[in-house]
């Protein structure tokens, strides 16, 4: 269906092939109950006007999520869901992530429950999320007590696909977290080098 940016969740054909229960909606699972996330994704589907082309927020454990995605693909239903790189989803269905207008903080104005009861109302949200960035911390004693330790720290890269090989590994497959983490470092040897610094 030709479908590659959020805003084409809102073609009438596409609204009706994600439509599972036959309530003329197509389903958007949006997070689950307790995620701040869900919430910026409620306010989300509203700002980019999806509600109003027929969509309807979907909130569920993500398990029930995972289960909805691998059914509707069998079954050759549409089905849109809130994800992220990494995630071990890129490795157990065919998915495609939908691109989003660039963040922009004006338009990402996102109020949680916990600070405003009228949070829905207050909030506006047209943009994608900031990128976020993920950093290893460690104490400042270890720059004296192992510097070579803190070296590779400094060094230590990891993509969002090999992330989510390994989460899919360990998440899906059940395989032992170390095992995952030895195969990946022998199948990438020259870059754990690069840490190490050789």
Known sequence: MNITAIEDL?????VKA????????GEFWIGADGW????VNQVKLRDYGLYDAGIEAVRAAEA?????????IKKGEGY?????KPHAIWGMADVVMLTEPKYDPAKYKMIQPKADADW?????VASKDALKQIQIGWATSLE???????EFFKNFQLTADDVSAMAYAVSVEKKDPAAVARAWMEANKSTVDGWLGL
């Open 64 to 72: 029930v999520k995972n289960a909805r995605v691998l059914d509707s």
């Open 144 to 150: 004296s007590q192992s510097p070579a330790i803190v």
């Open 18 to 25: 994600m439509d599972s229960d036959g309530n003329g909606k």
């Open 36 to 39: 701040a996330s869900a919430n």
């Open 80 to 84: 849109a869901f809130y994800c992220y």
């Open 120 to 124: 829905y109302k207050k909030s506006y």
């Open 10 to 14: 809102a073609r009438p054909e596409v």
